[in-house]
C-alpha cells in the first residue's frame, strides 16, 4: 500500500506513516540487543559471557561502517524515488529502482571481497585485546559475508518508505527480529556457539529478509501501469542517485569511522570497559534510532511535497516530527535515568562482579539528559535531507562528529579515563543541532530544486 503525504493534515499523515518506521527500528534494535544479551548471558561461565559481549562489542563499530554505506544508498535511493513518486512520474521512478538496486549489487560484492581480506588488519589496526581478538574477528568474518543481503533488504525499505509503504518494511523485520532471536537462542543456549552463533544467526536471518524484500519490491514496482517500457540501467539515472547518496554515504561513513576512532580509545581501557560500552550503546542506540524514525518520516514527507512542489506544508511537517520525536525523548529519559544499571545489567552475565554496570550506567547518565536536543537537530536534518540539500546536511553531521571525535581524544588524554570519552557526547549534539538549526532557518533547502 502506498501513501501519497502531499494531501491531508500533516501532523496526522506523518504520524501514521511513521509509526511504522518507529516499530521497524524498535524491532531491529531490540534483535541487536538480544544478540549482546544471550551470548553475554547464555556463555558457560561468567567471565566467558563477558569476553564474548566484549568480543561481539569491538567488532560492532566495524560492522556499522557498512551499515552506513547501505544506508547510504538506502537514503538516496529514497530521496529520488519520493520526489518522483510525488510528481507521479512513474515511469522514471521505476528506471530509478532498477539503477539502485543494479548499483547496490555491484557495490555489496565489492565491499563483500575489501571485508574478507581486511577482517583481521582493521581489527589489529583497532588495539583488539588479544583475550577477544579471535571471537571478534570470527563475527566479523560471518558479518561480511551477508553484506549482498544487507544491501538488498536496505535498499529495498527505503523504496517501500518513499511510496508511502513503511507497513511492509515494518513486516519484513519483525519477521528477521524474530527468526534473529529465535536462532541466537538455539545456536548459543542450545549448541554454545556463542560468538559464531550469534554472528550466523544475524546472517540466515538478514538473508531471508533480504531476500523477501527483493521479491516483494518487484511484486510492488510491476503493479504500476506506466504504458511503456523503462530502462532498466539509466546513467542519468545513476548520475543524479549518486548527487544523493554519496553524500549521504560519506556523511553515514564519516560517523561509523568516528565511531572506530572512538572504539580504538575504549579498546585502550580494557575488556570490562568495552563490555561496559558494548551494552550502554545497544541501550543508547535504542533510544536514539527511536526518536530518529520520526525524522526519518519527516524525511520522506519532505521529498514528496518538495516532488509536487508543496513548500507550504514543510513548516507544519517539521513542527509534528519535533513534538512526535521529542516526546518520545522525554519518555526514554524518564526510563533510563532511574534504571540505566538495571538495563545495562540485562547484558551481564549472572553473577559477574565485575564493574560492567558501573561503566554502562555512568555513559547513559552523561548522554540521556541530552536526548532533546539530538532530536532538534534529527528533524531539521530531515528536512536537508528529504529537499535534496545534501551539503548542508554534510556540514551539520561533520561537525556533530569532528567536534564529537575531537573532544573524546582530548578529553581521554586530560582525564585518564574513558569519563573524558562520554562527555564529548554532548558537546558533538549541542553544537550540531545548533548548525542544523540555523540551515533550516536561513531556507537553504529551499533553493535548487530539482527538476523531475
Given at each position: ?29 531490540l ?14 561461565t ?23 554505506v ?187 569511522v568516528?565511531?572506530?576512532?572512538i ?96 561503566v ?31 551539503r ?9 562528529l ?6 573524546s ?44
Open positions: 500500500m502506498t501513501t501519497d503525504l502531499t494531501e491531508g493534515k500533516p501532523s496526522k499523515k506523518l504520524f501514521w506513516f511513521s509509526l511504522p518506521l518507529l516499530l521497524s527500528v524498535a524491532f531491529q534494535q534483535y541487536q540487543m538480544a544478540d549482546s544479551m544471550i551470548v553475554g548471558r547464555f556463555a558457560i561468567p567471565e566467558a559471557g563477558e569476553l564474548a559481549l566484549a568480543a561481539v562489542g569491538a567488532s560492532y563499530p566495524i560492522t556499522q561502517l557498512f551499515v552506513a547501505a544506508t547510504g544508498v538506502n537514503i538516496g535511493t529514497s530521496v529520488l524515488v519520493s520526489q518522483l513518486f510525488g510528481a507521479k512520474r512513474y515511469l522514471r521512478m521505476k528506471t530509478a529502482v532498477s539503477t539502485a538496486l543494479i548499483s547496490t549489487t555491484v557495490i555489496a560484492l565489492l565491499l563483500t571481497l575489501i571485508g574478507t581480506l581486511a577482517t583481521g588488519g582493521i581489527m589489529s589496526a583497532l588495539q583488539t585485546p588479544a583475550n577477544i581478538f579471535d571471537d571478534g574477528a570470527l563475527y566479523l568474518r560471518v558479518y561480511v559475508f551477508g553484506l549482498l543481503f544487507l544491501f538488498l533488504y536496505n535498499v529495498c525499505t527505503g523504496i517501500f518508505n518513499a511510496m508511502g509503504d513503511s507497513r511492509t518494511p515494518l513486516v519484513l523485520l519483525i519477521i528477521s527480529s524474530v527468526s534473529n532471536v529465535v536462532l541466537d537462542l538455539i545456536f548459543v543456549a542450545g549448541f554454545h556457539w556463542d560468538v559464531a552463533g550469534v554472528a550466523w544467526a544475524t546472517f540466515i536471518a538478514q538473508g531471508a529478509s533480504g531476500v523477501l524484500a527483493f521479491l516483494l519490491l518487484l511484486r510492488r514496482v510491476r503493479s504500476f501501469d506506466t504504458h511503456g517500457h523503462f530502462l532498466f540501467f539509466s546513467a542519468e539515472m545513476l548520475r543524479r542517485l549518486t548527487n544523493y547518496a554519496v553524500p549521504s554515504i560519506a556523511q553515514q561513513s564519516f560517523v561509523s568516528g565511531n572506530v576512532i572504539q580504538y580509545y575504549v579498546n585502550l581501557c580494557g575488556a570490562t570497559v568495552i563490555a561496559g560500552y558494548s551494552a550502554a550503546t545497544k541501550v543508547n542506540m535504542f533510544a536514539l534510532t527511536c526518536c530518529m524514525s520520526f525524522a526519518s518520516g519527516l524525511s520522506s514527507y519532505v521529498a514528496q511535497n518538495i516532488g509536487a512542489r508543496k513548500l507550504e506544508r514543510i513548516g507544519p511537517g517539521l513542527k509534528a516530527g519535533a513534538l512526535f520525536s521529542i516526546g518520545l525523548a522525554v519518555v526514554f529519559m524518564a526510563v533510563y535515568l532511574p534504571f540505566a544499571g538495571r538495563l545495562v545489567g540485562l547484558f551481564v552475565p549472572a553473577g559477574s562482579a565485575s564493574g560492567v554496570i558501573d554502562g550506567r555512568q555513559y547513559l547518565f552523561i548522554l540521556t539528559p541530552f536526548y532533546i536536543i539530538v532530536c532538534i537537530k534529527f528533524v531539521c536534518d530531515s528536512v536537508l535531507r528529504g529537499a535534496g540539500a545534501m548542508p546536511f554534510m556540514v551539520t553531521t561533520f561537525s556533530d569532528i567536534l564529537r571525535v575531537g573532544f581524544v582530548i578529553l581521554y588524554h586530560v582525564m585518564g579515563s574513558e569519563l573524558g570519552i562520554w562527555l564529548s557526547w554532548p558537546i558533538g549534539w549541542f553544537l550540531g543541532s545548533s548548525i542544523s538549526v540555523f540551515f533550516y532557518k536561513r531556507g537553504v533547502w529551499k533553493k535548487n530544486l530539482p527538476n523531475l
